[in-house]
């Protein structure tokens, strides 16, 4: 967000999310994402930001002002339940920007570092953004986060205009190139790439058991989501409840989707495991 308003110059400050987003609990980030549960009781936001609805180009297009300097998005929408941005509207963005002169940021702060079976998600949707941020998986667990830029961009920023104290500490950042060069070596990607189609079958599978509470599979990679049928919708708080007795750990995520994100190094026997906790689970819910 800082370096899109500094590559952008004075006067160009704001900056276009999705609804829907999830972008962090920072002010700015909570004002950034597009969801309003997340700003309630923060208010009043810091201003600049604004929040054009899900895959409408043309809404998106109207919210542009001569002080819009980026659009920002996750290829692939975590939070709200794991909701791809189509090939075509990534494109479509990517298009608008190049047009209207803006920076496009991604958020890849969920869907980078291996999650969706490539390094970063964006990789795979077909569009490169300008900034991109990056966290989570990064040093697997270890705090911290990255921003990366297009050096045009990036040049932008002098030293000090960004850092933290701790920020590139020497113990996170062994880590993460540990995680870095495991991501990279022979094989890694391509595995999680064929663990996520396992998963997703698994999942679809499941879907068939129960058609009165899933309505069917959705992610890239593992990052996959079952999502629910409306009226079983009710029932996924308690759902995620019985799974964690049970010693799995899912999210209810968007308030319509059973998100599954394990670890990258799951095995398929591991999937097996919790497929069969889902359907003993599900299985309590019909009827229900
Ligand atoms: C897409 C995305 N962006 C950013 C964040 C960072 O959030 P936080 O500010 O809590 O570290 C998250 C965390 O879940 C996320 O999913």
Redesign the pocket.
Known sequence: IKLARKASGPGRYEIISLEGS?????LA?VAATGQQKFHKGFEPLPEGFRHAPFDDMAALENLITDRTCAILC?PLQ??SGVRPLGREYLKAIRDLCDSRKLLLIF?E??VGMGRTGTLFAYEQFGVTPDIMTS?KALANGLPIGAMLAREEVAVAFDPGSHASTFGGNPIVCAAAVVCVKTMLAEGFLAAVREKGAYLAGCLAEIARRYPTIAQGVRGVGLIQALTLQPAAQVHGPAIINRLFEKGVLLNFAGNSVLRCIPPLVVSKAEIDEFIAVLDKVLGEFVGA
């Open positions: 999830f972008h962090g609990r920072t980030t996750e975590g939070e958020d702060v969920q966290a």
